[in-house]
Structures are given as C-alpha cells and as structure tokens.
C-alpha cells in the first residue's frame, strides 16, 4: 500500500479499533477461496455470504431505497421516456470496465465519485430519490455509479463478473418489452415492470434485450449489506489509491 493508503487505515484502526479492517487485509492477501463462478472477480472480501439472488426487501438498511424507487415507477418512467426521445444527446454507449457497446447506452446519475448534475434536468424523480435514499444515506457506493441502462433490440451482455463482492446491484425495472432476461450464477429471471431485483454481481451474470423495443433498467451500486462503517472506509482508501496510481482519477 501506499503511504495515503496506510495512514487511511491507521486512522480508520484508531477510530474504529485494531480490528476493524482485518477482512479488507485479508482480501488483500493472495490465496483467498471463492465461489468458482466468482473467478473473475478481482476482490472477494472475506466472510461475505455467497448468495447469488438477493430478496430486495430482505435487508433492512436497504429496504427503503427499494421502496422509494418503486413508489415513483410511473414518473421515473415518464422521464426517462421523455429524456430518450428529447435529449438522446444525454445518452451515451455504456464503457464497462471490460468493454464499450453502441448497443447499450447510459444516463448517468452518479459517476466518478459524484452526483450528475445535469441529470436532474432530464430525469428529476429518479435523481431525487438517488440523492435522498442512497447518497444522503451513504447506501450508495460512491466507487462505481448510477444510471439508467438501455438494451436497444438484438443487445446482449456477455456473461462476466463485475469487479468485487463488497457492493451489490439493484435493478429497478423502468421499462421492459417481451423477451428480456437475466442469468446469474446460472439462475435465469425476468424484470417485472416497477419492480426492483437485487443481485451479487461478482457472480458471473449475463443479460439479453430479444425484443422490438428497449429494455431500461435503472441500476444502482449499493454498500453490500454485510459490509461495516470502517471497512467501507477502508475500500474507498483503498480503490481510490489504486486508481490514482494507475492514473485513472
């Protein structure tokens, strides 16, 4: 680690107790086991359950964001059905850290450590309920992002592993035609309109849109609910470290 690295986590030790980020050193170390279809995954924090499908409504802290998303279905769906169709300059190809595809576009409401302002304009509900719920909150894990995911008819998602265990993705399903599905860890589901789905993506996943229209989901990168206050800490210092040595900003 660096020396940034190294003070974060004396100061977190200090705050929090000598053993307050004994997981997130240890997913540091090499060796660790996991589950076989979270291979790809670059960390796997230790004592996290390898549970796949995770029922929305089933963690308490977690549980509100659901249901404020969900309550305001129809105007988030409006919005974003108007911001597509007058401000498709919004949009842009998704750039996943394994790939850029023309066929999946992106809205963002939170990226690079920030809200998105300029999205507030184009979809206020939504950004609203992110602020309110999740960021205010600190439920929302500000080392990846938020934003509206469109599959245009034909896209696909390869299968994959996103890059760590320590957050966890819900899916609120703003817009979904026939055809459209999810596998993950080999478990196939569909979207339910206004409703929300809730998954361990460092479990390998793939997705499809077969339909004659777009499917858009608006996906949200939450804490993992078995993570703690200190070690959540702890992994900002830490990916914030290594994406500035590797001068991703």
């Not at 920030?114 to 960021?135: G, R, Y």
């Not at 599905?181 to 993506?201: M, S």
Request: proline share 6%.
């Amino acid at each position: 680690m660096t020396p940034e690295m190294e003070n974060a986590f004396t100061a977190i030790r200090s705050e929090y107790g000598p053993d307050s980020v004994v997981r997130v050193e240890e997913m540091m170390a090499a060796g660790k086991q996991r589950h076989p279809l979270q291979g790809g995954a670059k960390w796997i924090l230790p004592g996290i359950s390898r549970q796949p499908w995770h029922d929305p409504y089933g963690h308490p802290e977690l549980a509100p964001v659901v249901h404020a998303f969900e309550a305001n279905h129809a105007a988030i769906k409006k919005e974003l059905e108007d911001a597509w169709a007058d401000r498709r300059a919004a949009f842009s190809d998704y750039e996943h850290y394994l790939t850029r595809q023309s066929d999946w576009q992106a809205l963002y409401l939170f990226r690079r450590g920030a809200l998105v302002s300029e999205s507030a304009e184009s979809v206020p509900t939504a950004f609203d309920v992110l602020k309110q719920e999740a960021v205010d909150t600190g439920e929302l894990c500000p080392l990846l992002e938020c934003h509206f995911s469109t599959l245009l008819p034909g896209a696909s998602i390869a299968p994959h592993c996103d890059l760590w265990n320590f957050s966890i993705n819900l899916h609120l399903a703003v817009g979904i035609p026939e055809g459209c599905g999810i596998t993950v860890a080999g478990e196939t589901r569909t979207w339910q309109e206004g409703k929300c789905l809730l998954f361990d993506y460092s479990f390998e996943h793939e997705a499809w849109n077969r339909g004659t229209r777009p499917r858009t989901c608006l996906l949200v990168d939450l804490w993992h609910p078995e993570t703690t206050v200190p070690e959540r800490k702890a992994l900002v210092a830490l990916i914030t470290g290594i994406r500035t040595l590797l001068g991703e900003g």
